[in-house]
């Protein structure tokens, strides 16, 4: 595990493989003269990318696709980690964790 003292080569040391490649592809992406948001738009896709993104940290989930805001272990990842990421659930699955939040309650006042 890293610590927050660990320095910016020992974090790149202990990097999987897969994470240097993608450094790799974004330090190229850079030198093209993208810009920050053109790679947040070229990485927000990526599954797995933004997928461990969102378990350090909740507030990568603002960043996802529509498609991965849409997506429940997605959403789960994220609140579990930081509970303010429900503010980045898409609208429809908002709608869909109400609806099922409110039928839960309809069968418990029935059990009462």
């Given amino acids: 595990m890293i610590d927050k003292t ?3 080569a020992e974090c ?6 897969t994470l240097k ?3 790799e592809k974004l330090l190229e992406a850079v030198k ?3 810009t920050f948001i053109n790679l947040i738009r070229i990485l927000e896709h990526d599954r ?3 997928l461990e993104a969102v378990r350090a940290n909740g507030y990568a989930f ?3 696709s529509y498609e991965l ?6 959403i789960l990842a994220a609140v579990r980690q930081n509970a303010s990421a429900l503010g980045w659930v898409s609208e429809e699955m908002q709608i869909d964790m109400v609806q099922g939040w409110a039928k839960c309650m309809e069968q418990e006042l ?3």
């Fill in 6 to 8: 660990s320095t910016k």
């Fill in 48 to 50: 797995e990318m933004v």
């Fill in 12 to 17: 790149w040391a202990n990097a999987s493989e």
């Fill in 62 to 64: 603002q960043f996802a």
């Fill in 21 to 23: 490649r993608y450094r």
């Fill in 32 to 34: 093209r003269g993208d």
């Fill in 69 to 74: 805001k849409n997506d429940r272990e997605f």
């Fill in 110 to 112: 029935k059990n009462d």
